[in-house]
């Protein structure tokens, strides 16, 4: 991108900003692994302690089957020749699975002072095994002929010590990971024999943990079915009881001198090989993150272009860092654009902000409009409660897919920080987060790419979204659904696809259509059904609880449902009230979110729940004497969206049109086929009627909720701008002495979407209780207004004005070059473009030459300009042009023009406020004072003339 990163000071920032090639200043943010215990110390501590607490199993599974990735591996199709870059905390290449996979390898975190693409944190190692993992540590043998077994002693007399046999080092991991011992044990098989139909079976293994081949003062393990590893684990109280490892005794050689240990990490007593998705796929190893897990923005860039240059065919980022608002205008999303013009797929993770905010937290670059974002599903379908959940600010539909990434085993770094491995053995270890959920779709893009060489990344993204399986939840949840490695491998030999694969409509005010056309390739149209997830029955509870104290609630669901939520909210964001759902078959599911950290609730999604009664506990896990809260069940199902029209034009092409009814952000789906779901989003907006130049409406707003406005700006209009105002005072200019209608100001932000559905410009409250948009040169077309609550302790009354300029002036300024004391006169038109009405003035404007300052007094009426003009002669170019404006009456509003002796507007202000404003000109400052104690309005305005730039400047003020 056309971008430089370096350093500055504050002193030197805004000339910075002033430069008429610099575009735009971005903070050079920080960006975190997007594994969910890995990023937060105190958070892992605390979720460790409740996940304890309420007893919740941290079981792993073989995701790679689960997604039909083992069916194309049996086709021959393994990722072979395909190169996938990881950008992320560096990769372990000594670890067995990925020996000879790195092609290429670039350290970009040169703030820490070191040159050392290893990872030292576990993230991107990990990362790299789920996309590429050979499994080949999945089977160890260990060497056994140098044992010396007969200095063994303290054995137990009950053993039938027919054949003993002294391992050697072997890790093991306890079942449960919050009490794993790091520490690595000696293993002895003791009477070893083998059974009638020639399976081997090791009756008893004894631990000898200091290697001095003497058990007596060590914990004892018991081969039980299947061969596995137990063991007995004593704590400092005296309580012992028995876990089984992962670790499972496959055969011992007939000679004594070999024995193969293997893993069985879902314990059905099978050998598990831990494999990639794309286990023929190629590495390029790009460590943008250090070696704590974070980095910088522009590391994050540097290496997606050196990814690019050296010939990726796909880039993971299992990364992302908060961005307001994340419309994909951010450097790293449009990095991210860049790099998928140049062909290059690009998968990010959406985040793990789920359990936080409820909606709208999709992490950068996540939001970029050509990533293919994935969000996290687990074991059983179900989706991850931490899962970054959609749109981004701008609407759009996010994430677009999900992929297991719930107890994902992988490779494990042998640098990996003690506080976040949670190991299966030396070689593997568990992690989860939307991290492990993008590797699992990058895998299945290189298995596509082998496939289909020829798959353009736009063609990548449709054939993935339109096979995944949708899991019913609502689309910015879920995106199109879970990944289909299997499907999405035969779409791509076919290049089969849906084109759109979703559907982002733009802003629509009520009652306006807007329609699309859908194409498909190499297939037909057979079906279609639109459908709306709807809330179509609600059932309200309330209780209160005290702390480490629990309320009960039972209730029945008596019929088949698509999806039920359930969520409680409280008014204290201090307390920390739990929430957990049970089954009637006892299945639980948790919503445990870290206060005061988030919102005051929880929320439990639930897809497809069972029939029967179900029971709803709500824990005072920390609570301050008592708290009351309020408990909603929601019945949600997919119902016909009466809104959409569809007009099937060929066997392989359809229009789809929309209308809505009503004001809002909406979302649902098209099933296509009874197989493809293509998602749908609108936001419908409420129409303001401009009159005469200005509109307003009054409305409240609640916390977390959207409120959506819509109105038409006129051709050639050169100024817009909007105020949302939450005091009972008046625009445009507020008066602080006003009163406030309300106890606590709210925490609001707006942001003005152009006709093209980008956002142009936002802001948030400020301690005025106001908030100020604007843009220049504003398109002719339908813009829109989306107002946030983010913090309202209580529903908010506001106000939202729309001001337009009244005059547009034709023709543009062409001065005649003037001495000074000469005059020159020009007839204009002034256009009222609202009324469509004119009015033609004669303009003689006079001219004085400054060559340090200069002062002088007028007036001017409402609706009025006055001109002014200012003489530069040739060869005295000065180095700035400072003009600044004051009034004695702070409630009125100016604004001040300067255009150079082309005609050109260099640079202009404001209407009554501080800001800040760069477009692909100039910067500015703007600021109109209004404290009462100066009793003075001021704007001020700055440009830097060119050195060709002599002449007569225009001061124009209205």
């Not at 209780?543 to 969520?567: C, D, H, L, P, W």
């Not at 529903?795 to 004391?821: H, Q, S």
């Amino acid at each position: 991108i056309p971008a430089v990163a370096g350093t500055i000071s504050s002193e030197n920032l805004l000339s910075l900003l002033d430069l008429p090639y610099v575009k735009k200043v971005y903070l050079d943010k920080k960006v975190y692994v997007s594994s969910v215990w890995q990023q937060n110390y105190n958070l892992n501590k605390l979720l460790k302690e409740k996940s304890k607490f309420y007893n919740i199993s941290f079981q792993p599974f073989k995701s790679a089957p689960l997604i039909g990735a083992n069916i194309v591996w049996d086709e021959g199709i393994n990722g072979s020749g395909i190169k996938v870059a990881v950008l992320d905390t560096g990769i372990d290449k000594t670890h067995p699975d990925l020996e000879g996979k790195i092609i290429a390898e670039r350290d970009f975190t040169l703030w820490d002072s070191k040159l050392d693409p290893n990872d030292y944190f576990g993230h991107g190692t990990h990362v790299a095994g789920i996309i590429a993992g050979s499994g080949k540590a999945s089977v160890k043998i260990v060497d056994t002929s140098s044992t010396d077994t007969s200095s063994l002693k303290n054995l137990p007399s009950q053993v039938n010590n027919t054949t003993i046999y002294h391992v050697g080092r072997v890790h093991l991991l306890l079942a449960v990971w919050w009490l794993y011992n790091e520490s690595d044990w000696y293993v002895l098989v003791i009477n070893g024999n083998e059974t009638n139909d020639g399976e081997k079976k090791y009756d008893t293994v004894w631990l000898d943990m200091d290697g001095d081949f003497n058990t007596t003062l060590d914990q004892m393990a018991n081969l039980r079915e299947g061969n596995h590893l137990y063991y007995q684990y004593c704590s400092w109280f005296g309580h012992c009881f028995e876990l089984r490892t992962y670790q499972m005794i496959k055969e011992i050689s007939p000679d004594g001198n070999n024995v193969t240990i293997c893993l069985d990490i879902d314990f059905d007593n099978k050998c598990d090989e831990i494999k990639g998705i794309a286990p023929g796929a190629l590495l390029i190893n790009g460590k943008v993150l250090g070696d704590d897990g974070w980095g910088y923005e522009s590391d994050v860039i540097a290496g997606i272009e050196w990814a690019v240059e050296n010939g990726a065919n796909v880039i993971s980022m299992s990364l992302g860092g908060y961005e307001n608002p994340c419309d994909g205008s951010d450097p790293l999303s449009l990095a991210v654009d860049r790099a998928t013009e140049r062909g290059v797929v690009v998968v990010v993770a959406a985040g793990n902000e789920g359990d936080a905010y409820k909606g709208f937290n999709i992490l950068s670059p996540g939001c970029s409009r050509t990533a293919i974002t994935v969000g996290c599903s687990d074991k059983d379908d179900e989706l991850c409660w931490f899962s970054s959940i959609g749109p981004t600010t701008d609407g759009r539909i996010k994430p677009e897919i999900l992929a297991p990434g719930l107890y994902i085993v992988s490779a494990r770094a042998r640098n990996i920080p003690s506080w976040i491995d949670w190991p299966i053995d030396e070689y593997y270890t568990i992690m989860s987060g939307t991290s492990m959920s993008a590797p699992h779709v990058a895998g299945v893009i290189a298995l596509m790419l082998q496939a289909n060489p020829n798959l353009s990344p736009e063609e990548v993204k449709n054939i993935l979204l339109n096979t995944a399986n949708d899991l019913n939840y609502d689309i910015n949840e879920q995106g199109a659904g879970r990944v289909n490695a299997s499907e999405a491998v035969k779409w791509a030999k076919d290049k089969k696809y849906i084109e759109p694969s979703l559907w982002n409509v733009l802003p629509t005010s009520v009652g306006k259509r807007r329609s699309q056309i859908f194409n498909a390739h190499n297939l037909e149209f057979s079906s279609i059904g639109v459908f709306h997830l709807e809330e179509t029955s609600k059932k309200m509870f309330n209780g209160s609880v005290e702390r480490r104290q629990t309320f009960i609630y039972n209730f029945t669901v008596s019929s088949s449902v698509a999806s039920m939520r359930i969520k409680i909210e409280w008014d204290n964001r201090e307390n920390d009230l739990d929430l957990t759902v049970c089954s009637p078959s006892g299945q639980c599911w948790y919503s445990l979110k870290w206060q005061p950290y988030s919102s005051p609730d929880e929320e439990v999604s639930i897809h497809e729940p069972e029939i029967g009664e179900w029971t709803i506990y709500v824990y005072g896990w920390y609570v301050d004497d008592s708290q009351p809260f309020n408990g909603t069940i929601s019945i949600l199902e997919f119902v016909d969206w009466n809104w959409i029209e569809l007009n099937p034009r060929s066997s392989s092409e359809v229009q789809i049109t929309i209308q809505p009814t009503q004001a809002g952000y909406y979302t649902g789906k098209l099933l296509v086929n009874q197989r493809s779901v293509i998602p749908v989003s609108l936001t419908s907006t409420t129409p303001i009627t401009l009159s005469y130049n200005e509109g307003e409406v009054e409305d409240s707003i609640k916390e977390n909720e959207w409120k959506y406005y819509s109105f038409v700006v006129p051709k050639d209009a050169d100024y817009l701008s909007v105020w949302i105002n939450t005091k009972s005072f008046s625009l445009p200019l507020p008066s602080p002495l006003a009163n406030s209608t309300q106890s606590e100001r709210a925490n609001l932000y707006a942001y003005l979407i152009n006709p093209e559905g980008k956002i142009i410009e936002y802001e948030l409250e400020n301690w005025l209780g106001f908030i100020p948009l604007i843009s220049w040169n504003p398109e002719e077309g339908e813009w829109s207004i989306a107002i946030y609550g983010a913090y309202v302790p209580n529903a908010t009354n506001f106000k939202l004005y729309v001001d337009l300029p009244r005059l547009v002036i034709k023709p543009n300024y062409l001065w005649e070059p003037l001495l000074p004391g000469e005059t020159y006169s020009q007839d204009l038109t002034f256009i009222n473009l609202l009324e469509n009405t004119s009015m033609n003035v004669k303009l003689q404007p006079y001219i004085w030459s400054i060559n340090s300052s200069q002062t002088f007094t007028s007036h001017v009426k409402d609706g009025e300009y006055k001109y002014y003009t200012i003489f530069i002669p040739e060869g005295n170019i000065p180095d700035r042009i400072r003009v600044k404006a004051t009034w004695e009456n702070y409630t009125s509003s100016f604004a001040v023009y300067l255009f150079n002796p082309n005609g050109e507007l260099r640079v202009r202000s404001g209407y009554g406020y501080c800001y800040h404003y760069c477009w692909d000109g100039p910067c500015l400052w703007t600021c109109l004072v209004p404290y009462p104690a100066y009793e003075y309005g001021s704007v001020e305005i700055i440009a830097y003339p060119n050195k060709n730039e002599y002449g007569n400047w225009t001061l124009i003020v209205p």
